[in-house]
C-alpha cells in the first residue's frame, strides 16, 4: 500500500506557497508513489501553474494529485498516514482531532521556510508534543547544507550547459521594488546592449510605469541600449526552461530563487520583506554560504549589488561591479548546484524521514 499524506497549503504570497507545496505534492506522488492530497485554501495560482487545472472545482486529481479546496467548513476526513503543514498554516481542528484518533497515528511535519541561517541545523527534525493530544509535531527545514532537508529537486534534473546569447540577457521576476527604476536607467544608458524579459504580473506593471507606455504580454520596446520584452504568464515547466534560457536571472521568494540555482546561472535575489527587517539577516546568512569559494573582488560586487537590490545601496552604481563579475559568477553557479545537490532533494529526504517513523 503507498504511503498516505496530506499536505495543506495557506497561500499569503500568493504564487510562491502554491508553488513550492505543488512541486512537493507532485514529486511525492509521481516519484515516490505516494497517495496525495493537496488541501489549499486559494486554488488560483494553481491554474496558472499547471494548465488544465481548474480552480473553481472542488477537487480534482492532476499529476496523480488529489487537490482539494480548503474551506472553512472542513469536512470529515481521515488523515492520511503523514501529514504535512506546509509554512506553519494552522491546521483545521477537526482535521487535528481526527489525527488524534488514528489507531497509527501520522507522521505530523512543519515544512517550514527555506533559510541559510546556521541555526537550521540545529532545529531540523526536532518534535514538538501536542499541548493536549497524543500527537507529535516534526519540524522540517529545507536547505543548503548537510542536515537540513535539502531542496526540491526532479530526479535528473541537472544543470543545462551554457547559453551563447547574442547581448546579454536578462529574466526579471521581483516584488515591488524601488531600486527597479534605477537599475533600468542605468541599464538604458549604458553602454552594453542588454535584452531584459519581463515576468508578468508586478514586475510588468512596474516596468510599464517607468517606460511610460503601454507594455502588454507580447510587447516588445526599445529604451537606449535596452531591449524589454513583456512575457505571458509562464507555466512552472516554461518558466524553469526561460531561467536557464538567460545570462542573469532576478528571482524573489523562495521558489523561483530555488530553480534559479538549478538552472545554473547567475542570478540576482529579492528575499520577501519581513517585519523588524528580519530579512536581512537571512540574504545575509545565504550570501556567507553562496561567496565562500569566490574571490574577494566578486564577492564584494555580489554583496553590494544584492544588498542594493533589496534597499540597502545605489543599484545603478552597484552594477558595474557586478556586470564585470559575471564571468567569475557563471562558472560559480554550476559548481554550487553541484554541491547543494550532493546533499540530497527535499522530497526524498522527506520520505525518508517519514518512512522512518511511520
Known amino acids: 500500500m503507498p504511503v498516505s499524506c496530506d499536505l495543506f497549503c495557506a497561500v499569503v504570497d500568493n504564487l510562491g506557497d502554491a508553488a513550492v507545496c505543488w512541486r512537493l505534492a507532485?514529486?511525492?506522488?509521481?516519484?515516490?508513489?505516494?497517495?496525495?492530497?493537496?488541501?489549499?485554501?486559494?486554488?488560483?495560482?494553481?491554474?496558472?501553474?499547471?494548465?488544465?487545472?481548474?480552480?473553481?472545482?472542488?477537487?480534482?486529481?492532476?499529476?496523480?494529485?488529489?487537490?482539494r479546496r480548503w474551506t472553512d467548513e472542513f469536512?470529515?476526513?481521515?488523515?492520511?498516514?503523514?501529514?504535512?503543514?506546509?509554512?506553519?498554516?494552522?491546521?483545521?481542528?477537526?482535521?487535528?482531532?481526527?489525527?488524534?484518533?488514528?489507531?497509527?497515528?501520522?507522521v505530523w511535519l512543519n515544512l517550514e521556510?527555506?533559510?541559510?541561517?546556521?541555526?537550521?541545523?540545529?532545529?531540523?527534525?526536532?518534535?514538538?508534543?501536542?499541548?493536549?493530544?497524543?500527537?507529535?509535531?516534526?519540524?522540517?527545514?529545507?536547505?543548503?547544507?548537510?542536515?537540513?532537508g535539502g531542496l526540491i529537486r526532479e530526479r535528473g534534473l541537472v544543470v543545462p550547459p551554457p547559453v551563447a546569447n547574442p547581448v546579454l540577457t536578462v529574466s526579471l521576476f521581483c516584488y515591488e521594488?524601488?531600486?527597479?527604476?534605477?537599475?533600468?536607467?542605468?541599464?538604458?544608458?549604458g553602454s552594453e546592449a542588454m535584452y531584459l524579459r519581463v515576468a508578468e504580473g508586478l514586475p510588468r506593471r512596474q516596468v510599464a510605469a517607468w517606460l511610460g507606455a503601454d507594455f502588454q504580454a507580447g510587447s516588445r520596446l526599445d529604451r537606449g541600449r535596452l531591449t524589454l520584452e513583456a512575457l505571458p504568464f509562464m507555466p512552472q515547466p516554461d518558466y524553469d526552461a526561460l531561467l536557464?534560457?538567460?545570462?542573469?536571472?532576478?528571482?524573489?521568494?523562495?521558489?523561483?530563487?530555488?530553480?534559479?540555482q538549478w538552472a545554473g546561472?547567475?542570478?540576482?535575489?529579492?528575499?520577501?520583506?519581513?517585519?523588524?527587517?528580519?530579512?536581512?539577516t537571512k540574504l545575509a546568512a545565504f550570501l556567507r554560504l553562496y561567496e565562500s569559494a569566490l574571490a574577494d573582488?566578486?564577492?564584494?560586487?555580489?554583496?553590494?549589488?544584492?544588498?542594493?537590490?533589496?534597499?540597502?545601496?545605489?543599484?545603478?552604481?552597484a552594477w558595474p561591479a557586478f556586470r564585470a563579475a559575471l564571468p567569475s559568477l557563471?562558472?560559480?553557479?554550476?559548481?554550487?548546484?553541484?554541491?547543494?545537490?550532493?546533499?540530497?532533494?527535499?522530497?526524498?529526504?522527506?520520505?525518508?524521514?517519514?518512512l522512518s517513523r511511520i
Not at 31 to 53: C, N, T, V
Not at 101 to 106: A, C, D, L, N, Q
Not at 297 to 310: E, G, I, K, L, P
Request: charged share 20%.
Open 113 to 148: 521556510y527555506l533559510s541559510a541561517e546556521d541555526w537550521v541545523t540545529g532545529c531540523h527534525g526536532l518534535s514538538s508534543p501536542h499541548p493536549r493530544l497524543p500527537l507529535v509535531k516534526h519540524f522540517f527545514f529545507p536547505g543548503f547544507t548537510p542536515g537540513t
Open 75 to 106: 469536512p470529515a476526513t481521515t488523515p492520511g498516514d503523514v501529514v504535512i503543514e506546509a509554512f506553519a498554516c494552522e491546521l483545521p481542528e477537526v482535521f487535528v482531532d481526527a489525527m488524534a484518533r488514528r489507531s497509527r497515528r501520522p
Open 177 to 189: 521594488n524601488p531600486a527597479l527604476p534605477a537599475l533600468l536607467a542605468a541599464w538604458a544608458a
Open 244 to 260: 536557464a534560457a538567460c545570462d542573469l536571472n532576478f528571482v524573489r521568494g523562495e521558489d523561483s530563487f530555488v530553480r534559479a
Open 330 to 354: 557563471s562558472a560559480h553557479a554550476g559548481a554550487w548546484a553541484a554541491g547543494v545537490a550532493r546533499h540530497g532533494d527535499l522530497a526524498n529526504n522527506l520520505a525518508e524521514f517519514c
Open 26 to 67: 507532485r514529486q511525492l506522488a509521481l516519484e515516490h508513489g505516494w497517495s496525495m492530497r493537496l488541501w489549499i485554501d486559494d486554488p488560483e495560482p494553481l491554474a496558472l501553474l499547471r494548465p488544465g487545472f481548474d480552480a473553481a472545482l472542488p477537487r480534482q486529481v492532476v499529476d496523480g494529485v488529489d487537490i
Open 265 to 280: 546561472r547567475p542570478l540576482v535575489w529579492q528575499i520577501y520583506p519581513q517585519a523588524h527587517g528580519s530579512h536581512a
Open 297 to 317: 573582488d566578486v564577492r564584494t560586487a555580489v554583496t553590494d549589488f544584492w544588498q542594493a537590490w533589496n534597499g540597502n545601496g545605489g543599484v545603478g552604481e
